[in-house]
């Protein structure tokens, strides 16, 4: 009986380890090698990646308010929001030790809601940008920032969806990440990181509701690192962004109560100009798609690219409708 107890008892451990049991070795330093559940494993992967982003990440201070900002390089060039900068040139940044340091404007780029500024005496290490191409929907995130000034927050969701265009105070945003980790107001300019603690996006904006206002729970937005980086390299480089990848119709529009958008002025030499748009017109769609308003205009431009040939519908002021191939240019940087 005892051989037959020791067999079945051999027989389970067997089939537990074939299975897997959720147990792992986990230890936050060298001595400590117990083995705790699958669930605990996951918590301090988190732990670990607070501990390794956070010293990365600062708080704001600007004639905006307060915002957040991920130390770009070691040179003491910080990346945060457009928004967050506003038409300030000078700051106040708390560094994740307390520190409180003064910082100046490197360069800004409102269609993208990113921009640069610069510590002073400063350097704090800088973080990891990732590669936000290799992203897929599920991949879990963090959020840290600082959100109401409660400095160095960390929330936690997944990647919700890619490839957002998505309308703000600011612009419009191409390939915006969409993430369940939530973001609040501060929280602007921070990292968003995956679970090797690498910045995949800067946190931008929340959705509102459009019925009754207010940020919706579990849906924000986050500007893609490879974005981010891209425009962060050129403002420092140059002060300003010399090449924006992206479309430009060349015209400044205003809704107006029917269907498209209202041409107010035609950019001399621009796109539009060159296509025979003149004041007056009225855009009714772009490659196909309806542009309702000067949102919507904006959010079509945003899927389009620089030197691509696009049917441009209008209706003249006398109510004639016409077609024109527009060859859309590059949107300025300066």
């Known amino acids: 009986m005892r051989t037959r107890i020791t067999a079945l008892v051999v027989a ?57 900002g991920v130390v770009y390089d070691g040179n003491g060039d910080v990346v945060t929001n457009a928004h967050v900068v506003g038409s300030s040139r000078t700051f106040q940044v708390t560094l994740a030790n ?93 990292a968003l990181v995956d679970l090797s603690g690498k910045v995949v996006g800067i946190p931008s904006a929340a959705a509102v509701d459009p019925t009754f206002g207010g940020s919706v729970s579990g849906i924000g937005f986050a500007i893609a690192s490879n974005r981010v980086k891209d425009i962060a390299s050129q403002l420092i480089r140059d002060g300003k962004v010399t090449r924006s990848g992206r479309a430009y119709l060349g015209v400044r529009v205003g809704d107006i109560t029917g269907n498209g958008v209202l041409v107010g002025e035609v950019i001399a030499a621009g796109p539009a100009a060159r296509a025979g748009l003149r004041a007056g017109d009225v855009i009714v769609s772009i490659a196909g798609k309806p542009t309702s308003s ?13 030197g691509q040939r696009v049917a441009v519908k209008i209706v003249r002021q006398d109510g004639s409708e016409a077609t024109l191939q527009v060859t859309l240019g590059e949107l300025p940087g300066g």
């Open 12 to 68: 389970l451990a067997l089939a537990a380890a074939a299975l897997g049991t959720g147990l792992v070795a986990v230890g936050r330093d060298a001595a400590d090698s117990a083995q705790v559940p699958a669930p605990y494993a996951l918590q301090a992967q988190f732990v670990q990646v607070v501990r390794s982003v956070a010293p990365s990440v600062v708080q704001i201070e600007s004639a905006e308010g307060l915002g957040s």
């Open 98 to 190: 307390g520190k409180r340091v003064q910082a100046t404007l490197v360069g800004a780029f409102a269609p993208d809601d990113v921009a640069v500024i610069r510590l002073d005496g400063a350097r704090p290490k800088a973080a990891r940008f990732a590669d936000s191409s290799k992203l897929e929907v599920g991949d879990i995130v963090m959020a840290i920032g600082n959100p109401l000034g409660l400095r160095s927050s960390v929330t936690e969701g997944i990647v919700s969806a890619l490839g957002r265009v998505v309308s703000t105070g600011q612009g419009t945003l191409p390939n915006a990440i969409q993430t369940s980790a939530p973001i609040n107001p501060g929280n602007s300019g921070g």
């Open 294 to 306: 000067a949102t919507g205009l904006s959010e079509v431009l945003a899927t389009l690219r620089p």
